[in-house]
Nanobody, 125 residues
């Protein structure tokens, strides 16, 4: 069993930065792919970024965030991060982290192992 708890959301002006954290319980954190997703009001949940299992650390990004967001993980702390720079109003959403053993990275429906409760990110113009 893995529990995920996101933190670090908030209100920021356009052009600003935020760093989201997702702390995972359990002793098998390094065996999971970790992903960040977001859902804006009235829209479907969408893929933002993902990182492969500990030791590989390959990263994947949605085109909309490539070059602005960086995903990383610290297996010693059972935590995955999302550094978000140059934020835009269209980045406003609830951000979720997820863990899965064998996802298809960009397909939300394949991340079906564990999800966090989400953290709100609001970017003002």
């Amino acid at each position: 069993q893995v529990q995920l708890v996101e933190s670090g959301g908030g209100l920021v002006q356009a052009g600003g930065s935020l760093r989201l954290s997702c702390a995972a319980s359990g002793r098998t954190f390094s065996s999971y792919y970790m992903g960040w997703f977001r859902q804006a009001p009235g829209k479907e949940r969408e893929f933002v970024a993902a990182i492969s299992r500990g030791g590989d650390d390959n990263t994947y990004y949605a085109d909309s965030v490539k070059g602005r967001f960086t995903i990383s993980r610290d297996n010693a702390k059972n935590t995955v991060y999302l550094q978000m720079n140059s934020l835009k109003p269209e980045d406003t959403a609830v951000y979720y982290c997820a863990a899965d053993r064998a996802p298809v990275m960009v397909l939300v429906s394949t991340w079906d192992d564990y999800w966090g409760q989400g953290t709100q990110v609001t970017v003002s113009s």
